[in-house]
């Protein structure tokens, strides 16, 4: 649960570098309350109201937690926007966010499996 908490205290940050581990714990997690926020809808008949607020809350979090973990692979964050490539881009992100990140520190910072390690 701290990789959650931890990218949401980083609201906004898109400088700096995201582990693997972080981006995809936060992924999980995310759709793991997502799926619940949707159950929660459905049962008080919300139409889709608080799905929205959670979308919407969480959508600058996942923005800065995927352009750092693009930071760690020596991309830039703009590589984001190869998921509007058709039928090919989102697969080209997701290799792009599944890549190990650099070892060494890169134009974006230290290899943050360096500073936790």
Do not use: C
């Amino acid at each position: 649960m701290n990789y959650y908490t931890d990218v949401l205290k980083k609201y906004a940050t898109f400088s700096g570098r995201a582990r693997r581990q972080e981006f995809w714990m936060f992924f999980l997690i995310n759709v793991a309350v997502a799926i619940v926020v949707a159950i929660i809808d459905a049962v008080i008949g919300a139409n889709s109201i608080l799905s929205i607020v959670y979308a919407v809350a969480v959508l600058v979090p996942g923005l800065a937690v995927t352009v750092r973990r693009l930071h760690d692979i020596g991309k830039s964050g703009w590589w984001f926007f190869i998921y509007f490539v058709p039928l090919i881009g989102w697969i080209w992100l997701i290799v792009l966010l599944a890549t190990e990140g650099q070892p060494n520190p890169n134009q974006y910072g230290p290899s943050p499996k360096a500073v936790h390690a």
